[in-house]
Nanobody, 125 residues
């Protein structure tokens, strides 16, 4: 089993920044893709960003391109999401996920095998 623990969420004013972290532990493969999704009240979970197992390819939703940056620290089994210029519409619970199959569309929830418990991000306007 794989455990994912997110941290770094909180309340921030519009235009501010937050950095989310997600640490993976347990029976995790040596190669795995990682992603961030978010879910606002009354809405479906949506893709935010992903990074390939090699670390050399990143993907972003159009709504966050140029504002969010995903990165990973292999030694620490950790993925980060740096969020700048936050907007009220970024308010949601943010989830990290691990995909160990190394194939498929990284922007879909079905691509991932394990999920964290989520961390709340609230942006006040």
């Amino acid at each position: 089993q794989v455990q994912l623990v997110e941290s770094g969420g909180g309340l921030v004013q519009a235009g501010g920044s937050l950095r989310l972290s997600c640490v993976a532990s347990g029976r995790i493969f040596s190669a795995y893709d990682m992603g961030w999704f978010r879910q606002a009240p009354g809405k479906e979970r949506e893709f935010v960003a992903a990074i390939r197992w090699s670390g050399d390819s990143t993907y972003y939703a159009d709504s966050v391109k140029g504002r969010f940056t995903i990165s990973r620290d292999f030694a620490k089994n950790t993925v980060y999401l740096q969020m700048n210029n936050l907007r009220a519409e970024d308010t949601a619970v943010y989830y990290c996920a691990v995909g160990q199959r190394l194939s498929g569309n990284l922007a879909t929830t079905g691509r991932y095998d394990y999920w964290g418990q989520g961390t709340q991000v609230t942006v006040s306007s």
